[in-house]
């Protein structure tokens, strides 16, 4: 689907109908079904697309979003970050030391030593990464 006809054409297809009745339907009936399934899917494509988008305040550090959608046969695995448990599945990325040319650090206590341990993280993995610190101050 391209975002520029999302809501008047694509959508609407899916449908089987023209946006004009959908919008029509909705006038003459506050509960049309056409005009349910056209919000339904109006909100699963927000939330398809709302991962590609961040906060502009972190536009400097020109990264790219990778999104993978759920895979049923992944497992599931858990790691422990601030005292709470975080869920991840692991992904291999084929060359991807030859993708990766800079790491950016993110902020927080001790900046110093954490460059210093992901620098050596990623040489032990095989990037040739230059590793730099967020110029996004820590907040609590």
């Known amino acids: 689907m391209q975002s520029d006809g999302l809501l008047s054409k694509d959508i609407p297809e899916t449908l089987g109908c023209s946006f004009e009745d959908i919008m029509q339907s909705a006038l003459n009936d506050e509960e049309s079904e056409v005009f349910r399934k056209y919000c339904r899917s109006f909100r699963k494509a927000v939330s398809i697309y709302s991962v590609f988008f ?3 305040e972190f536009a400097a550090e020109k990264e790219y979003r990778v999104v993978f959608k759920e895979n049923d046969e992944k497992e599931i695995r858990y790691r422990e970050k601030d005292g709470f448990l975080l869920p991840y599945i692991t992904i291999g990325l084929r060359n ?3 993708a990766v040319n800079k790491i950016t650090v993110a902020p927080q206590n001790h900046v110093d030593l954490a460059k210093e341990g992901m620098e ?6 095989g990037y040739d990464a230059q590793v ?3 110029k996004i101050k820590l907040r609590y």
């Open 132 to 134: 730099s610190l967020s």
């Open 54 to 56: 961040k906060q502009e």
């Open 120 to 125: 050596m993280y990623a040489r032990q993995l």
């Open 96 to 98: 991807a030391c030859s």
